[in-house]
Structure formats: structure tokens, C-alpha cells
């Protein structure tokens, strides 16, 4: 197993997860797994080869064989799938769902088990998840749980939605954020629940900075 440090954040959808594990690598240069994206990703690959959400070996067999790149350059990051650049197709709201429907298979968690790990390279992984430092990286050195109220996270998510000139209801976005939660929580596989040796962090009042800051203060605690 490899030596490099992960900082394990866990979360439900919403949480503010992305943009702090994003901050995080950046101000420790370290490695980012997004593992929510390979969900995502094996979401569309099985739309775009015709399977269906319900097959589960052949949702596996994708998730084993997902050609995908992820490329940072200073134009911003950018997913590349089978060639084509889906950054933004992974983000859509349909694609989620699908994603939260294959996250709950075993075998397709199975499949994506090492591919998670292979990210954990020195100098560290700041790791972006549900079950980071439950299944994947269980030895951890920084464990957080962080959380805000469904309401909250539905009334965040409006606002982003609004700024791009989306159309959004917010009644439907806070029962959208309520059923994935369900889904993710419920789930007899590695389901969305703190590690016992995480750091419980409720940011439904706080701010990105005073978050980062937060877990910051863990990290430099830790020695890291
Ligand atoms: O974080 P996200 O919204 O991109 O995740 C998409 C879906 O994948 C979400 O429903 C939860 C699921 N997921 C998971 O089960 N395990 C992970 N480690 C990451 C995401």
C-alpha cells in the first residue's frame, strides 16, 4: 500500500465537499480524487453504450474498463471520456441520479476500488467522497464528515443554478437532495455514514474559509 498521506472528506451531496477538497490539494499540493466523478462517469459511458442502470455486471465491466482521463491545464480541469470531453455532461442533474443508482451495486464498487487507491501518490491525496475513509482509505491520516442541513444544501445549490442563468425550482432541488441522501444512506453497500474516527463538520453556518480553515488547523495538527 502506498506511503502517501490522504485526507479523507466525506459528505453528502452538497455539502461544500468539492470546493474544499479542491482548496485543500491546492494549498498542500496534493493529488485530488473526485470519486464521485468515476460514478458519474460509468453512469454515462452505460448511457452512451445502451446499458441499462439495472445490469449489474455489465455496469461492473464498464466501471473495470473506463477509459478516462483527467487533465488539469491552466484553461481549468477537464474529464475526458473515451475521447470526448464530458466535464460538463457529468454534471447534469440526470446524470446524478443515474450516478447515486450504480453507486448503490457492489460490483461496480468493486470495480472501482483499486482505481480509487492508485491516486493515493506521494506527496498526498486529498480524497472527495462517501466512503473515503470508511472503504477506500480506511488508514487515513485526516478523516472529516462534512455535513449541513438538506435545506441548506438545496437553497446553496439554487443559487449556483440561478448565477449561471439556470432555470430552478427550489422546492425541487431540496426533494431531489432528500432522495439521494435516502439512496446514498440507505444502501446495504459501503453506504454513506462518518468513519468512527472522523471529524464531524456541520458547516450549515459557515462559510468555504472557515471551513478550510478547520480542517487546516487538523491537518497542521496531524504534523502534515
Ligand atoms: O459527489 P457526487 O454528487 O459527484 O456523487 C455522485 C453520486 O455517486 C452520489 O449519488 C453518491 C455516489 N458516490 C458514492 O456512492 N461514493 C463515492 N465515494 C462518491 C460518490
Do not use: W
Amino acid at each position: 500500500m502506498s506511503k502517501a498521506p490522504v485526507i479523507a472528506i466525506d459528505g453528502p451531496s452538497g455539502s461544500g465537499k468539492g470546493t474544499i477538497c479542491k482548496l485543500l490539494a491546492q494549498a498542500m499540493g496534493y493529488h485530488l480524487l473526485d470519486s464521485g466523478a468515476l460514478y458519474r462517469l460509468v453512469a454515462l459511458a452505460a448511457e452512451h453504450h445502451g446499458v441499462s442502470m439495472e445490469n449489474e455486471r455489465a455496469l461492473s465491466d464498464i466501471a473495470a474498463h473506463l477509459d478516462v482521463q483527467f487533465l488539469t491545464s491552466v484553461d481549468g480541469d477537464k474529464v475526458v471520456l473515451e475521447g470526448e470531453d464530458v466535464s460538463l455532461a457529468i454534471r447534469t442533474e440526470a446524470v446524478g441520479m443515474n450516478a447515486s443508482r450504480v453507486a448503490s451495486l457492489t460490483l461496480v464498487r468493486k470495480s472501482l476500488e483499486e482505481r480509487q487507491r492508485a491516486f493515493a501518490e506521494l506527496p498526498g491525496l486529498v480524497a472527495d467522497g462517501r466512503d473515503m475513509g470508511t472503504v477506500i482509505f480506511p488508514q487515513a491520516s485526516i478523516k472529516v464528515f462534512l455535513t449541513a442541513s438538506a435545506e441548506e444544501r438545496a437553497d446553496r445549490r439554487y443559487k449556483q443554478l440561478k448565477s449561471k442563468g439556470l432555470d430552478a425550482s427550489l422546492a425541487d432541488i431540496l426533494v431531489d437532495i432528500q432522495q439521494r441522501d435516502e439512496r446514498d444512506q440507505n444502501r446495504s453497500v459501503a453506504p454513506l455514514k462518518p468513519a468512527a474516527d472522523a471529524v464531524l463538520i456541520d458547516c450549515t453556518h459557515m462559510s468555504i474559509a472557515e471551513v478550510e480553515q478547520e480542517v487546516m488547523t487538523l491537518i497542521r495538527n496531524r504534523g502534515l
